[in-house]
């Protein structure tokens, strides 16, 4: 067999494989949509047409905020260092330097809230930015 029929082999395999990941993952996505529609479709013990129903669209939008604003919420407060407080912490360095009168320079500014066991929220750049995430 000639090596360029060889190579191209392989690749429709894993194109054909990637295409059926992508088939079945977007058969589970209608699937769990259909299945939080149906869970939100008003029955036959729901409060009369008048009333304030939430449409299928609206209660997929509320799931899914939900869920992001735990989610999210959970990564924010993380401790990000697990080694913080620990004798092998590689983080709990710090090195400084002071030049004639200047005032003195030191790196521990940089990594004081890694040290100390602080979340993604607790970062001097990074820390302000999460406040527009929910959670």
């Known amino acids: 067999m000639a090596r360029h029929a060889a190579s191209n082999s392989p690749s429709r395999a894993r194109r054909t494989l990637l295409r059926a990941g992508l088939t079945v993952t977007a058969a589970g996505a209608v699937i769990g949509a259909g299945g939080a529609a149906a869970s939100a479709a008003p029955s036959a013990a729901a ?4 009333s304030d129903t939430a449409t299928p669209a609206q ?14 919420g959970t990564v924010k407060h993380l401790q990000l260092n697990p080694l913080a407080g620990t004798g092998v912490d590689p983080l709990d ?4 330097t002071q030049v004639a009168d200047f005032k003195p320079v030191s ?3 940089a990594t004081a809230p890694l040290t100390s066991g602080g979340s993604l929220d607790d970062l001097p750049l990074v820390g302000p930015a999460t406040s527009v995430l929910p959670g």
């Open 59 to 72: 209660a997929v939008a509320n799931a899914l905020g939900g869920s992001t604003a735990s989610g999210l």
């Open 107 to 109: 790196t521990a500014a």
């Open 47 to 50: 409060p009369a047409a008048g």
């Open 93 to 96: 360095n710090s090195l400084g």
